[in-house]
């Protein structure tokens, strides 16, 4: 069955920082990747996704994330944090058999101070 | 297009009372789901449905709650009778099949900005 597993519940970096945020993730079947963000009383907004193209894959708002199928892991990196980017933060996985169902993490708080 | 579309926004109650909560998906997509988002459990998908047909409810937590989804532009989820464990944020996502075309981006679930409950 298809997991995700995303270390850190928390993190914290200076404005200006490399942003890195981890995901692990177990597929039975080649995955669809995603990650979504999420900001304080709004609905979730996808980031970016993978699905068997590229491996290096570019966001919105200067993000991107790169799928090692060696590692397992989708993990997503900003070179410079933003005081804007302090949301949450969730990786995805596309659930085997079941077309468009995904599999979330728990979820990473990330909070960008001056 | 004007996104998933949630109402209310915000709701309380008093535990016993039925709640409902609506959502219109965006026009076009032929999947829609249902999402509870607390601090302990973090986001629970509790059922989904293609083409307006339940196809997993295995998220749900109990006979209290009930889903329906009478036509393609709108679904409700029912919880009755509502308990103060109740208490959450819950989301409405749709998105349609890959291999789609003209219909936006496959796989992406378009989230609606929730709804807060508040059960007394």
């Known amino acids: 069955a298809q997991s995700v597993t995303q270390l850190g519940s928390h993190v914290s970096v200076s404005e200006g920082a490399l942003v890195l945020l981890r995901c692990n993730y177990s597929?039975?079947?080649?995955?669809?990747l995603f990650w979504y963000v999420q900001y304080p009383n709004q609905g979730l907004q996808l980031l970016l996704k993978?699905?068997?193209?590229?491996?290096l894959v570019k966001g919105i708002n200067g993000f991107e994330a790169e799928f090692k199928k060696s590692e397992t892991s989708f993990h997503l990196t900003k070179p410079s944090a933003h005081m804007s980017d302090a949301a949450e933060y969730f990786c995805a996985v596309t659930a085997s058999g079941g077309y468009n169902k995904l599999i979330f993490g728990a979820g990473t708080r990330l909070a960008v101070h001056p | 297009d004007a996104g998933v579309i949630q109402s209310p926004r915000h709701e309380v109650t008093e535990m016993g009372q039925e709640v409902t909560l609506r959502c219109k998906p965006i026009?076009?997509?032929?999947?829609l789901f249902w999402y509870r988002q607390t601090m302990m459990r973090g986001l629970e998908l509790l059922i989904y449905f293609n083409n307006n047909v339940p196809i997993d409810d295995s998220g749900m937590p109990e006979d209290r709650f009930s889903a329906k989804m009478p036509n393609a532009s709108f679904s409700t989820l029912k919880i009755q009778p509502s308990e103060p464990r109740d208490s959450a944020v819950y989301f409405c996502a749709s998105s349609f099949l890959r291999g789609r075309e003209g219909v936006g981006d496959t796989d992406t679930q378009y989230f609606g900005p929730g709804t807060r409950l508040t059960v007394l």
């Open positions: 026009s076009g997509h032929d999947y």
């Open positions: 993978y699905t068997s193209a590229a491996t």
């Open positions: 597929s039975s079947v080649p995955p669809y």
